[in-house]
């Protein structure tokens, strides 16, 4: 590798997905002709939710991937950090989305030493539209990429939630939102749960709520798996930055809620 | 069609070693310094916001002195060559050894191939782990490229501050007996830095993933004291 530098009429600034296509590195989309069937034999990510609270937002995911109906991993991660103050969440085409990620985590990181200027919430939404957005032939086949964005917005001192569509629109949230294939049953249940102000507690154990009714209404869905230990990865941001919720923490919660749902007689 | 008056070769490189050396003495020093825990750099900088030192990398840092637009562009493309070779392999395979050596190659063929060389001096430092040592690489405005381990010194009056640090250096000093040697010795006898004409940042571990971090404010006064 040789050291990129450009004159400075046409210097890519600190955008790191146009270096990479000056560089003739970019791992862009690849255009399949169209007409061919949609793609098949990937791995799917599924259910992820993002809910505000007081002090910033919390964001879960499951960890199943399917492929087809057999599932291809029980351990996949959902939940990113996008940087400092905020997190990413994932659903869809598990390759194109992971590698969707690692080029969003390093552009903002990438902006924030070039620049030596942390980019807005605002902006860290836009770019991962932008990103969405190049990914529309991808989505045509059949590999649609659908993330979930949350970050505490320093400027503002409040948590925010953006949501995506494959045509890389991105729409803010007020309360809450999920995507994915059990994202319906999920957000049904945040809504029952769901007020102003939660404290973090109560948003946690309600992201974990919601996780638990998708699993059980959803094939794709996974629950928390008790034999192997696997439990759905928790994070919270706030003005203290991205945090992730202690395994520990999460398996209790789901053994709480589990030995509750019995002793109260209803279906676990 | 006159022809150019002949100039023999090593007058043309002492010329341009001449002018490259008067525009960094022009500027003011910087010191950089392993400690107990990490690596400390310091800089003469009164501003806020045109930084002389920044990140690199999850574990290497860049310091310039000099002409700021010239050492700017190397650490805009250092951060390039990093951030890129991160993503096509992975971050455990960037190293500051590979980027000092472009940046020593860059700076050598600009100044024997272009007219006017580059007036930089620059510095890349890495925070080692379980497979690499702590390392300051220190980069001429020709090419020349040094490795030290205990301290680097850039800038155009190096000889007394080189002499002062010999004499302060302990092995594995705690960061503030660093600082505050690398203070002492960038301001001379006549002179006292305080904190607000100071850019100091450090790479060092507890910063989580990435180690770079500026101190500033309080904690600078704190260390200083």
Redo the contacts between chains.
């Keep these: 590798?040789?050291?990129?530098?450009f004159s400075t009429t046409d210097d890519p600034g600190p955008d790191?997905a146009g270096?990479?296509r000056r560089?003739d590195?970019s791992s862009g989309p690849g255009v399949a002709s169209t007409g061919t069937a949609p793609a098949q034999g990937f791995r799917h990510g599924t259910t992820v939710v993002a809910l505000r609270y007081a002090e910033g937002v919390v964001m879960a995911g499951d960890r199943r991937a399917t492929e087809g109906h057999s599932i291809a991993h029980r351990a996949m991660e959902k939940v990113f950090p996008a940087d400092r103050y905020s997190a990413v969440a994932i659903a869809g085409a598990a390759g194109p989305a992971v590698e969707m990620v690692?080029?969003f985590q390093?552009q903002l990181?990438?902006y924030e030493?070039?620049e030596?200027v942390v980019l807005s919430l605002e902006g860290k939404a836009n770019q991962l539209g932008q990103m969405v957005r190049a990914h529309l032939p991808m989505a045509m086949q059949g590999l649609a990429v659908v993330p979930l964005f949350a970050g505490f917005d320093l400027a503002r001192q409040t948590g925010r939630i953006f949501t995506y569509d494959v045509t890389g629109g991105h729409y803010e949230e007020s309360e809450f939102n999920a995507t994915g294939s059990g994202g319906r049953d999920a957000r049904t249940t945040i809504k029952l749960g769901y007020r102003d102000g939660l404290a973090r507690d109560e948003a946690v154990e309600l992201a974990i709520q919601s996780l638990y009714e998708a699993a059980d209404e959803d094939s794709a869905t996974g629950g928390p798996d008790l034999i192997r230990g696997i439990y759905p990865l928790v994070a919270t941001v706030s003005a203290q930055g991205f945090t992730s919720v202690e395994e520990s923490e999460v398996a209790e919660r789901f053994a709480a809620l589990i030995e509750r749902r019995r002793q109260e007689g209803r279906q676990p | 069609m006159t022809m150019p008056y002949y100039v023999a070769p090593e007058q043309v490189m002492k010329d341009r070693a001449e002018y490259a050396q008067k525009g960094i003495a022009r500027g003011r020093s910087l010191v950089a310094a392993i400690y107990d825990e990490g690596i400390v750099i310091v800089a003469d900088n009164p501003s806020r916001?045109l930084?002389k030192i920044?990140?690199?990398y999850d574990r290497i840092a860049f310091a310039g002195v000099g002409k700021y637009n010239e050492f700017d562009?190397l650490r805009?493309?250092?951060?390039?060559?990093a951030?890129?070779?991160?993503?096509?392999y992975s971050r455990e395979d960037v190293e500051a050894r590979?980027l000092a050596n472009?940046?020593a190659?860059?700076l050598g063929q600009v100044f024997t191939h272009e007219m006017k060389p580059l007036e930089v001096e620059i510095l890349v430092a890495e925070l080692g782990d379980e497979l690499r040592p702590r390392q300051l690489y220190h980069i001429a405005y020709e090419g020349t490229i040094t490795d030290e381990d205990r301290f680097a010194v850039l800038g155009g009056e190096t000889e007394s501050i080189v002499e002062r640090l010999e004499e302060s250096y302990r092995e594995s000093w705690p960061l503030s007996e660093a600082l505050q040697a690398a203070v002492a010795a960038l301001a001379g006898p006549e002179r006292v830095l305080e904190g607000a004409g100071l850019e100091v940042a450090v790479l060092a571990d507890g910063n989580g993933r990435?180690a770079f971090r500026r101190i500033t404010g309080d904690e600078l006064a704190s260390l200083l004291l």
């Design positions: 590798m040789n050291l990129p530098l790191f270096l990479l560089l590195m690692r080029l390093t990181e990438h030493k070039v030596g | 916001s930084h920044s990140e690199i562009q805009v493309s250092g951060i390039r060559h951030d890129t070779k991160g993503y096509a590979s472009l940046y190659q860059y990435r």
